[in-house]
T-cell receptor
Framework: NAGVTQTPKFRILKIGQSMTLQCAQDMNHNYMYWYRQDPGMGLKLIYYSVGAGITDKGEVPNGYNVSRSTTEDFPLRLELAAPSQTSVYFC????????????FGSGTQLSVL | GDSVTQMEGPVTLSEEAFLTINCTYTATGYPSLFWYVQYPGEGLQLLLKATKADDKGSNKGFEATYRKETTSFHLEKGSVQVSDSAVYFCALGNRDDKIIFGKGTRLHILP
């Protein structure tokens, strides 16, 4: 059982470049989330989705876009990378009940230079 | 909005010492409360949870009690081990389907 799979694990971008962080889960979870983790700052919610075709903004959505065309996939798009987006990005999924646990991917370390 | 505040780290203890990591929350209604742990180079994983007032979550020797009167969910362990060295996150989940995390507390256990 693969759980939540994120790719790539590491990436270096130049300012202004674009990229997509991939996230896939094989647990048939309805809920999926994108977080960023900055050093000493904990996790901030970027976007989340409660099902295919439904997405909503979290605390820090500016500079990012998401789509949810299938239950399994929840890609995160950076259109014009900026140094402020240097961070570790985590994708997570869960079942619809709010007190169910989040399953996290292993993260993508992104540097924008 | 909802928020979680936890004690600043790093926390450094000797093996077999008693551990407390404080966590307080602000939320409307009756949120579920969680402690997550992040080992070096890994994603977060759920350590324990509590879904209503006075519930006690426990796992791997760690405990936390949901205290509605003080809006707290402090993490405790009676005797820590070197393998407990990690970053610990307090979090809450509410009816709007979002999980809100605290900033994390880094724990170092010395042999």
């Amino acid at each position: 059982n693969a759980g939540v799979t994120q790719t790539p694990k590491f990436r270096i971008l130049k300012i202004g470049q674009s990229m997509t962080l991939q996230c896939a889960q094989d647990m048939n979870h309805n809920y999926m989330y994108w977080y960023r983790q900055d050093p000493g700052m904990g996790l901030k919610l970027i976007y989340y989705s409660v099902g295919a075709g439904i997405t909503d903004k979290g605390e820090v959505p500016n500079g990012y876009n998401v789509s949810r065309s299938t239950t399994e996939d929840f890609p995160l798009r950076l259109e014009l990378a900026a140094p402020s987006q240097t961070s570790v990005y985590f994708c997570a999924s869960s079942t619809p009940e709010v007190n169910e646990k989040l399953f996290f991917g292993s993260g993508t370390q992104l540097s924008v230079l | 909005g909802d928020s979680v505040t936890q004690m600043e780290g790093p926390v450094t203890l000797s093996e077999e010492a008693f551990l407390t990591i404080n966590c307080t929350y602000t939320a409307t209604g009756y949120p579920s409360l969680f402690w997550y742990v992040q080992y070096p180079g890994e994603g977060l994983q759920l350590l324990l949870k509590a879904t209503k007032a006075d519930d006690k979550g426990s796992n791997k020797g760690f405990e936390a009690t949901y205290r509605k009167e003080t809006t707290s969910f402090h993490l405790e362990k009676g005797s820590v081990q070197v393998s407990d060295s990690a970053v610990y996150f307090c979090a809450l989940g509410n009816r709007d389907d979002k999980i809100i995390f605290g900033k994390g507390t880094r724990l170092h256990i010395l042999p």
